[in-house]
């Protein structure tokens, strides 16, 4: 098991400048907010770091809290390019896959609600892939690059696969997002066939 700040899900080194997928199915939760007008922000993605480390591309939805509401809508990022569609509907219990395909000559960003049947894709330069990971990333408060709180969303269960393979088979490992001692979400172990895993709200 690995603490990070900023992650939580599942993570695999790939061989620098291979092309790499990263893939998930996941249920949009249940986001509880309060009226603090506090927002706390995740997203729930696929995602490719690239560059050495120096960007990224992925599929994600946004799922928090803004002035008290619970809000989620998709985005898309190309080599640390990102669209967000805040005007798509999304709602909780809508079933959503994220896909990531990064080569040298070209990226593809994918992310269908396929309970409502729309899709937003996106697709651009290529890069030199480092590593592949799924699950929740922090969203951090632009310009100062503070980062936001967890909403409480209870439990997220993902199917995923990194190129192609059973995360386990990829040789994923663990990561618990924590803030100092505090676990603040929670990842729980591979499935047996290495497919499923879920992520777990302890702490805002």
């Known amino acids: 098991m690995i603490n990070s700040p900023a992650f939580a899900g599942y993570l695999a080194s790939v061989a620098r400048g291979s092309a790499t997928s990263s893939a998930a199915r996941f249920t949009v939760p ?8 506090v927002d706390r922000f995740i997203t729930i993605e696929a995602r490719v ?7 990224h591309s992925s ?49 593809t960003v994918q992310v269908t609600d396929v309970t409502r049947r729309v899709t937003k894709r996106r697709t ?3 890069a030199r892939s480092g590593d592949a990971l799924i699950g929740n990333v922090n969203v951090l408060l632009e ?3 503070t980062r936001l709180g967890v909403p409480a969303f209870g439990t997220i ?8 393979r059973a995360l386990g088979r990829a040789h994923a490992v663990r990561v ?16 047996p066939r ?4 879920a992520t777990h709200y302890k702490h805002f």
């Open 176 to 191: 618990q997002r924590v803030s100092g001692r505090t676990v603040q979400i929670a990842t729980g172990p591979l499935s």
């Open 124 to 126: 651009g330069p290529g």
């Open 143 to 145: 310009p100062a690059g």
């Open 59 to 107: 599929a994600a939805l946004f799922a928090g809290c803004h002035a008290g509401r619970v809000v989620y809508f998709p985005a898309l990022v190309i080599n640390g390019n990102e669209v967000n569609y805040t005007t798509t509907r999304v709602r909780a219990g809508d079933l959503i896959e994220v896909s990531v395909k990064v080569t040298t000559r070209g990226t």
């Open 30 to 37: 249940r986001v509880s907010c309060t009226r603090t007008p």
């Open 194 to 197: 290495g497919l499923v895993f």
């Open 49 to 55: 770091d690239v560059n050495n480390f120096r960007s």
């Open 157 to 164: 269960v993902f199917t995923g696969l990194i190129d192609g």
